[in-house]
């Protein structure tokens, strides 16, 4: 059935508490509207500003009380209710509040008879929540429930802005999220809870940045929410730096690892050294360049797996011959303790497919982690460089 989605979203009670809210999540994404504004998907009468932000703290919760306590007390009374820095959360709040720790006190056990496990630090977060009524709180975790959000504490814990923003503004941000082609925006917004900190008109400009240097942005944010957290500039700088380096399908790439943002330009470098060495060390015909975009998993490889593997195919005397590109890749995403394993149990004399067929015994073998360690710990003499550099790359954390 063709819907017109303009006039669906302009319905008043989209953003009312009537539960004909819900019945927009059925929708499917409407073709040919690609040009609307975010104005356009707001009820009629109503422009991005309408939408509030914020709900102001009630007056019910803090109250103006002319005997209060001196402010060196109620220092002191917040430090022992866990505060770090008591004179930032006074200095916070409006002064005719006249913040009274008994108060402060009462919110904290509000907090933990709703099952929040750190009231302390989401005050510190979000100081106006000492002014907010446990209705408003009760209210918003209903809200969140009736929404999809399983566990609202904890989506609150993640973000505790959210008990700030109006029932109203949540509804527009999902919708938006919606129309922009995520077919779950809360199960989004559930992993990243910040993504509710952007305005209307910012959460639909930064799609559409993404949009227009050609990512998927559904993919984008399914595959990781926290992409949308890094800035145009900062995007625009890593696809400059992947293009120097001959990279092409670059929207691909971080669209399957969008953690390619936390690496530096220098880590990734330096993979890339290394799998060219090893490249040209063998006469392979391929570039690394393509090894990597082929399979991402490469630029996560910690550089003292890639030169301990070095070691391994030494060890096992390795001819160009005998030796291809997809061997290569296999060796550099496999677990690095099977191939160690199977290491210990193989006989270099009998070459590096036997090797191989090693490490897939290992791998289904299932064998712990601490067990394969002892192994590796174990190793013949003619193994110590492996033996040293594994345990020096990959120390224990007991």
């Known amino acids: 059935m063709q819907v017109d989605f303009v006039r669906f979203l302009t319905h008043e009670s989209i953003f009312a508490r009537e539960r004909t ?20 998907v707001l009820p009629e009468g109503k422009d991005v500003n309408s939408i509030k932000d914020k709900v102001e703290p009630s007056a019910d919760n803090v109250t103006i009380d002319d005997d209060k306590e001196t402010s060196e007390m109620l220092v002191l009374a917040l430090r022992e209710c866990g505060f770090k820095n008591p004179s930032k959360l006074i200095s916070s709040v409006p002064p005719m509040w006249h913040l009274d720790s008994k108060k402060i006190e009462r919110r904290i056990e509000d907090l933990k008879e709703r099952g929040f496990d750190d009231p302390v630090t989401m005050i ?9 009524t446990t209705d408003n ?9 009736e ?16 008990l700030g923003y109006s029932i109203d503004n949540i509804d ?18 559930k992993r990243r809870p910040n993504i509710l900190g952007y305005s209307l008109e910012n959460l639909t400009s930064k799609i559409e940045d993404l949009e227009n ?20 500039e900062n995007i625009d700088k890593r696809i400059g730096e992947l293009k120097e380096r001959g990279f092409k399908n670059i929207e691909k790439i971080i669209e399957r690892l969008p953690t390619i943002f936390g690496m530096t330009i220098e880590n990734i470098d330096r993979r890339l050294s290394l799998y060219r060495k090893i490249v040209d060390l063998y006469h392979l015909p391929v570039d690394p360049v393509d090894m990597m975009e082929n399979d991402t998993m490469l630029f996560s490889s910690k550089p003292d797996k890639v030169m301990i593997l070095a070691r391994v195919l030494r060890e096992f005397n390795v001819l160009p011959e005998e030796f291809t590109p997809q061997m290569l ?6 677990n690095l303790e099977n191939v160690l394993v199977a290491l210990t149990e193989s006989n270099p004399d009998e070459g590096v497919r036997k090797l191989f067929k090693k490490i897939d015994s290992v791998r289904k073998e299932k064998i712990s982690i601490d067990k394969k360690r002892g192994i590796i710990g174990a190793m013949p003499k003619r193994l110590e460089k492996i033996r040293r550099d ?9």
């Not at 809210?21 to 504004?37: A, C, G, R």
């Not at 510190?124 to 907010?132: K, V």
């Not at 129309?179 to 199960?187: I, Q, Y």
């Open 329 to 334: 890749t296999k060796l550099l995403v496999s």
């Open 390 to 398: 594994y345990f020096r790359g990959y120390p224990s954390d007991k």
């Open 172 to 189: 527009a941000k999902i919708a938006v999220l919606k129309w922009k082609g995520l077919s779950d925006p809360v199960n989004l917004i």
């Open 213 to 232: 240097r050609g990512f998927d942005v559904v993919k984008l944010l399914e595959a990781d929410p926290g992409a949308f957290g890094i800035s145009i």
């Open 124 to 132: 510190e977060w979000l100081p106006t929540i000492i002014g907010l």
């Open 137 to 145: 709180i009760d209210h918003k975790i209903q809200d969140l429930k």
């Open 147 to 162: 929404r999809g959000f399983n566990d609202p504490i904890k989506t609150i814990e993640s973000f505790p802005t959210i």
């Open 21 to 40: 809210f819900v019945y927009y999540f059925h929708m499917e994404k409407i073709p040919d509207q690609s040009n609307l504004s975010v104005q356009d």
